[in-house]
């Protein structure tokens, strides 16, 4: 079984979806011609030609506007924001057109996409190529949101997403883009949008994370393992809808939970499973829900390194919940 | 030339002969007819508002011409992006009356579930596109349809309705761009009716006319006489010609005059003068119609009557059936979020069923 990066996975999934559907068109800046900025669409545009790979003009709220029309149409677009942080000109077609189309005609128009784009710190990219915005898109009803953190799951979860029938948020970690390798079989496989993964089982701590937080918080994990504590990680990978299931089970077991995510605190995704938590499993809970995370700031460049959750931080959020 | 105002019967409806399009008396009684339906629809709308029936409605009182005239150039199987301000699209495209009254009361019937307020329609056997209340979301997603026709290999043209404050949005720049880049076959129908809400067209945009906007996105733009049916007819026929044969898109300006108030909420007492409205009146559609149809000795004023009598009733016995009809049950307001309902969406859902509904429907939206 070939061993590739996130990013390797990201175009295998493209180009064999494309081969499989002639229904699938990728369109964004910088897609075609250059094979994308981060060359996650390396080699579509030689192969499916400039009507099913599309270099747009330069503008955000256009590139997913005329996605949300091919996908009413009846081809499954796949657009790419060159950065989550250039998304903001799109808010507006994604919540109040793309999310929304199923419900406001009754079913009778649906918008099947899925919108790529690299989000994340660790490239030493400053405020406007570093944001955590899946806060955002998890609290409008109608989207999902899915972030992968292996090889493995990008690929399965990208093909998925682009099966799916709804409009999908498909974040990819860039500063583990090609850090990352792992196995990805050959062919066609999926993983399903929905359910977490257990990266590494434990009983003592639940910590949730995703994204390349999944790989610190593994780290983390380890390092605890020598203080005697066991660690059970949960990459979420779908965020929403996420897995209720999993986690909880996790929490009866342990009783305790870290939330791991990149993102500012307030209002963050972590408080969303952490009120979960403490509605549905607080008869389990040993101490407190204790949550990791960036701060609420913009997102830095020079200190960046500080901003960042570290296997330290979450390695002290363990022993926070550990020594109540 | 954009500047020229393209117009083919006169106010006094006589035909400039140059320009006369050949169309069939049959076609030319249907447009009067349904121009007459869209105006008894709106009649009928605002009155059913005013006596607390339903909660609002968007008449397109003085527009008549610009939806009925294009429509009639624009096939089954193209489609359209509508705004909120062309019933008589929907209508000319086979939308049942029922359809569309149901969904101004938000009653079972509605396609749309209750789920959306009243005019903001979705006919998917008819083309007719979800509409939404954001301005000019619908421009680029046209852009998109097109593009999506072309790469498909289908015969489709698209055309989107707009108003003329929707050129001021992000979305008219960006869809008009994108086409004009792509050459998609679509067709950009702006009805300039000088108003959006209470602001004027000399406040919405420094450019002296919309269709000069065209030249700016690499595509020509026809200015229109919006209130001449046939004008308009014989506009967007070009259009869809162009845009069908692989020419492109192209934007249409048909200038018009929004005859009543934006909406059930709105006075437009409170910002602009009576006596335009009359100057206006003087050029009614309808009326310019049917004395066209009278020259042509096609028309008499006791088929007049008839028709208006028909129209009334047709619009009124809709109205008194669809008065009657229940509200959907609670749970449809659950469905078609996503394809399949996710679990946490299925628990808030009987959470609901087990709680039960104490409050009732309240209020009139302000504006």
New interface residues.
């Given amino acids: 079984m070939p061993t590739v990066t996130l990013l390797q996975a990201v175009n295998l999934a493209l180009k064999e979806e494309m081969r499989r559907d002639d229904r699938v068109?990728v369109l964004g800046e910088d897609v075609g011609r250059n094979g994308g900025v981060f060359r996650a669409t390396e080699g579509l545009f030689d192969e499916f030609g400039g009507?099913?790979v599309i270099d747009?003009?330069l503008?955000e709220?256009?590139i997913i506007?005329?996605?949300?029309?091919?996908?009413?149409?009846?081809?499954r677009?796949v657009p790419e924001i060159q950065f989550l942080d250039f998304i903001l000109?799109g808010f507006?077609?994604i919540v109040?057109?793309a999310a929304?189309?199923?419900?406001?005609?009754?079913?009778?128009?649906?918008v099947p996409m899925v919108i790529r784009s690299p989000y994340g710190g660790g490239i030493r990219g400053g405020h406007y190529h570093s944001q955590s915005t899946e806060a955002f898109f998890a609290h409008t009803?109608?989207l999902?949101v899915v972030i992968p953190s292996t090889p493995y799951d990008t690929k399965g979860l990208l093909l998925s997403a682009i099966r799916?029938?709804?409009p999908i948020m498909f974040l990819e970690p860039k500063r583990i883009y090609r850090s990352v390798k792992g196995e990805v079989p050959d062919g066609d496989y999926t993983v399903p949008i929905?359910k977490a993964r257990i990266a590494r089982e434990g009983k003592d701590v639940t910590i949730v994370a995703w994204g390349a937080m999944t790989t610190d918080s593994v780290k983390a994990a380890e390092e605890a393992e020598k203080k005697g504590i066991s660690c059970e990680v949960i990459d979420l990978r779908t965020i929403?809808?996420y897995d209720?299931e999993a986690i909880l089970t996790s929490v009866a077991k342990t009783g305790r939970l870290v939330v791991v995510h990149e993102a500012p605190r307030t209002g963050g995704f972590g408080a969303e499973i952490s009120a979960l938590v403490a509605e549905k499993a607080i008869e389990y809970l040993e101490g407190p829900i204790v949550r990791v995370t960036g701060f609420d700031t913009p997102f830095p460049y020079t200190l960046e390194h500080a901003y960042m959750p570290d296997a330290h931080r979450i390695l002290n959020g363990i022993e926070k919940v550990v020594r109540f | 030339m954009s500047e020229q105002v393209l117009q083919v019967i006169e106010p006094d409806g006589a035909v400039n002969q140059k320009l006369s399009p050949p169309l069939p008396e049959t076609e030319l009684l249907e447009m009067y007819r349904e121009m007459v339906l869209v105006r008894c629809f709106d009649e009928r709308g605002l009155m059913t508002q005013r006596k607390g029936l339903i909660g609002f409605h968007l008449p397109s009182t003085g527009e008549e011409a610009a939806q009925i005239g294009s429509a009639h150039a624009c096939l089954p199987n193209d489609w359209v992006f509508p705004h909120y301000r062309v019933p008589g699209v929907a209508m000319h495209r086979g939308v049942r009356i029922d359809d569309m009254v149901a969904n101004l009361f938000g009653n079972v019937n509605d396609l749309a579930q209750g789920h959306q307020m009243p005019v903001h329609y979705s006919f998917k056997a008819q083309n007719f596109v979800s509409i939404s209340s954001p301005i000019g979301t619908q421009i680029v997603q046209a852009t998109g349809a097109a593009m999506a026709a072309k790469i498909k290999g289908d015969p489709n043209v698209v055309i989107t309705y707009f108003g003329d404050g929707s050129t001021s949005s992000n979305d008219f720049h960006t869809g008009l761009n994108f086409a004009g880049v792509w050459k998609a076959p679509c067709v950009f129908f702006c009805t300039n009716n000088q108003w959006a809400i209470s602001v004027p067209y000399a406040k919405q945009t420094g450019s002296e006319t919309i269709a000069q906007k065209a030249k700016a996105y690499g595509m020509p733009g026809r200015r229109v006489d919006g209130n001449d049916v046939l004008a308009v007819w014989a506009a967007t026929r070009e259009a869809v010609e162009r845009a069908r044969s692989g020419g492109g898109p192209t934007l249409i300006e048909a200038l018009s005059f929004r005859m009543g108030p934006h909406s059930s909420s709105d006075d437009p007492k409170r910002y602009r003068e009576e006596k335009l409205c009359e100057e206006w009146r003087r050029k009614d559609p309808i009326d310019r119609f049917r004395l066209f149809l009278e020259h042509e000795k096609i028309w008499t004023k006791e088929q007049d009557e008839a028709v208006w009598e028909r129209c009334r009733l047709e619009i009124q016995e809709a109205f008194t059936r669809q008065e009657k009809v229940a509200l959907p049950a609670l749970e449809t307001m659950f469905e078609n979020v996503y394809a399949e309902m996710p679990p946490s969406l299925r628990e808030q859902m009987e959470e609901m069923r087990r709680l039960g509904v104490h409050s009732a429907q309240q209020g009139f939206f302000p504006l």
């Fill in positions: 068109v009507d099913r747009t003009p503008a709220s256009g506007g005329t996605a949300i029309g091919m996908a009413l149409y009846g081809l677009p000109p507006d077609q109040n057109e929304k189309f199923r419900y406001r005609s009754g079913g009778q128009y649906t009803a109608g999902k799916d029938g709804d929905g929403y809808p209720e």
